[in-house]
């Protein structure tokens, strides 16, 4: 069955993440409130990782492997708690928009940063002399949308092994992540509709519009 006007399909074909078919269907007017509010908290968190990134002293961090290391570790840990707060959100949905909103631009930051202190160490990791936080912030984008200018490439064999793996766990969070969200919010509408099959709607359920 093809998504309609307020559904966008997920990945497996159907209507995956619909602020309507959460577990308290919404009239327009509060679907779009809610979903705005949703923006503005993951636009401010943005905001937030954003400035964080421009002002920390990125020159005093030695290790870019403990650096990484713990980034991720982090990461990790707040995508997991996100994930669970999907499963106990009222408008699954939206809280799992959210919080790819904030994922995503948390991984591409943590790497600039790495970059950024490889390149203040050793300018000479990158082919671009001197490389600045936005250089570096502007370098991970790329990478990650595979777009790849080539103005700005990993020289030394250390920059090299750093963009492996980002590009590596690219994968994972453009491919994984979004699925592991998405069968959270449909997770916890099969929770809030027993008896509906898996990829219905109640209202499909009982064959209404």
Sequence with gaps: ???????????????????????????????????????????????VLVTLYYVLPLNRIKSVRLMLAAGLLLLLAVTTWQWWAVLRARYPAVRAAEALA????????????????MANANPANFSTHPLTRTDALYFTVTVFATVGFGDITAVSQAARLAVTTQMMLD??????????????????????SPGVPPGQTRQQSDGTQ
């Excluded at 069955?1 to 269907?25: I, K, L, T, W, Y």
């Excluded at 969070?173 to 509408?189: D, E």
């Design 102 to 117: 904030t994922t995503v631009p948390w991984f591409v930051l943590l790497f600039a940063s790495a970059y950024v202190t």
């Design 171 to 192: 994968l994972l969070v453009l491919g994984l992540g979004v699925r592991v969200f998405v069968g959270a919010v449909q997770f916890a509408r099969r929770q809030a």
């Design 1 to 47: 069955m093809g998504c309609e006007d307020d559904r966008f399909d997920g990945p497996d074909g159907d209507c995956a993440v619909s602020v309507q078919a959460d577990r308290h269907p919404l009239p327009p007017a509060s679907r779009h409130r809610l979903a705005g509010l949703g923006i503005l908290r993951a636009l401010a968190t943005n905001v």
